[in-house]
């Protein structure tokens, strides 16, 4: 696990969630984005352009984790 996460990443990670999970519903995000994008706006709020990576929860963790990883292997969408 890295120590902190850019906010492009964070971006990055939303971005390959949507492109591979349908939405729970017709105007939501799935799960896994919706859990990165709840991060990705208080880090535009309080303008942050980095964070810790053990700020995240555990399921903002393994979203970024495997967004991550899947794009580094060439996986992603």
Known sequence: MKANYSIAEIEQAINY???RQAADSHWSLCQSARALANIYG???Y???TSIA???LDA??????????????LGLAP
Do not use: F, N, V, Y
């Open 42 to 44: 208080e880090m535009i």
């Open 17 to 19: 969630w949507t492109g």
């Open 53 to 55: 990576a053990d700020a």
């Open 59 to 72: 399921e903002q963790s393994q979203a970024i984790e495997t967004a991550l990883h899947q794009m580094e």
């Open 46 to 48: 309080r303008r942050e």
